[in-house]
């Protein structure tokens, strides 16, 4: 067998849908076995995890072969964020566990295998780029969410320090007593304390729950929607099968030839 036999062979594999949902249920399953491993497991059970863990790690390296053969060009292969994770979890997982300095890392590492759900599944890998490309956009409502929570947290500090120091102490404590606000965690015990002193002091807390939760959160959510719709027409573009114009163009310029050819064949009276 030829080398582009193989290559075209493994192509279809990569692409079957059996395939691809046998490697889904090898992710879950791998899964499952991770979260066995955190309990007490007697000797078959745990003999039987051990067993499990080699046939995935196998499994694995067989499946990101069979990845990078069927690519016709394997500089393109590593030029994917996916495949280089892919690829870096299934090296890693190699690391023998037993009797290694790097135990704890090979372990740490096939946590992550789980992650490689993401990217079989081209909806989750939408939903991940559509994050990372708004990571830009939500830096500024970041930056704008946390100048409002140092102002708040420097007059929470200096008003109510006296009435409960714990809460409001120092201006570490006052944010992270206004995330506590901003989440709505027991938020109106703060308030009513604060009350008993400052009757108004709910103004404070009123506007401040306004500018986060519900102004900087919809501007989150919608910097995301926004991004993510942008996202899944991108997607759709690429795996679209109608027909461009330049295709149309082509298929009228054979048509041309075809009749051209017929009217030369065809005998004249």
């Known amino acids: ?32 076995e991770i979260g066995a491993k955190t309990y007490e497991l007697p000797t078959f059970a745990y003999s039987l995890t051990s067993v499990l863990d080699v046939f995935i790690t196998v ?35 190699l690391i023998p566990i037993q009797d290694s300095e790097m135990a704890l890392l090979a372990r ?20 991940i780029n559509s994050l990372l490309k708004a990571l ?5 409502v970041v930056l704008l969410l946390f100048i409002i929570f140092y102002i708040y947290a420097a007059v929470g500090s200096y008003l109510f320090k006296d009435i409960n120091p714990f809460l409001w102490g120092n201006i570490a404590r006052s944010m992270l007593t206004l995330f506590r606000v901003m989440t709505f965690e027991d938020w109106t015990d703060v308030q009513y304390e604060t009350m008993e002193i400052y009757p108004m002091s709910w103004l404070y807390y009123m506007t401040f729950i306004f500018l986060t939760t519900f102004a900087f959160l919809n501007m989150v959510i919608g910097i995301v929607v926004s991004v993510m719709e942008e996202e899944h027409k991108r997607e759709a573009a690429l795996t679209s099968t109608e027909p461009t114009l330049d295709d149309l163009h082509c298929e009228i310029k054979e048509l041309k030839a075809m009749v051209k050819q017929l009217a030369e064949q065809t005998p004249k009276s």
């Open 1 to 32: 067998m030829t080398y582009q036999a193989m290559q075209e062979r493994l192509l279809r594999l990569k692409n079957n849908r059996a395939f691809e949902l046998f490697v889904v249920a090898v992710i879950i399953v791998s899964a499952l």
């Open 59 to 93: 499994f694995f390296l067989f499946e990101i072969t069979v990845r990078f053969i069927a690519e016709p060009n394997k500089k393109d292969f590593f030029k994917s964020g996916w495949n280089v994770f892919d690829t870096l979890v299934v090296v890693v997982s």
């Open 108 to 127: 740490l590492v096939r946590v992550f295998r789980v992650l490689r759900m993401v990217s079989i599944i081209p909806e989750l890998r939408v939903l």
């Open 136 to 140: 830009p956009q939500l830096g500024y």
